[in-house]
Nanobody, 122 residues
Framework: QLLPVESGGGLVQPGGSLRLSCAASGFTLDYYAIGWFRQAPGKKREGVSCISGSDGNTDYADSVKGRFTISKDNAKNTVYLQMNSLKPEDTAVYYC???????????????WGQGTQVTVSS
């Protein structure tokens, strides 16, 4: 079974930074796309960023462009989401998902992690 495992969430002040990790278990990143999604209380789960397994192409939601960076380390079989200049509206549970196509559309992903909480507050 393809199992992504998130880590790195926490409490940070506005303007601060966090780095989330998505460790791949049971599969290698070369053959799958990874997407980062988030869900705030009372809101729909939305795509934040994604990275292609084959060529490393990336995409970002407009709300995070210029602040978040997605990357992967094939040797560690891990995808990272570096989040800078965090805002209170970034507060959400962040999920890592595995699929065949790098897209911000949640229905394209078949396997999901348990999520990690990110809280941006002073």
């Amino acid at each position: 079974q393809l199992l992504p495992v998130e880590s790195g969430g926490g409490l940070v002040q506005p303007g601060g930074s966090l780095r989330l990790s998505c460790a791949a278990s049971g599969f290698t990143l070369d053959y799958y796309a990874i997407g980062w999604f988030r869900q705030a209380p009372g809101k729909k789960r939305e795509g934040v960023s994604c990275i292609s397994g084959s060529d490393g192409n990336t995409d970002y939601a407009d709300s995070v462009k210029g602040r978040f960076t997605i990357s992967k380390d094939n040797a560690k079989n891990t995808v990272y989401l570096q989040m800078n200049s965090l805002k209170p509206e970034d507060t959400a549970v962040y999920y890592c998902a595995v699929g065949r196509l790098a897209t911000l559309v949640r229905e394209a992903y078949d396997y999901w992690g348990q999520g990690t909480q990110v809280t941006v507050s002073s």
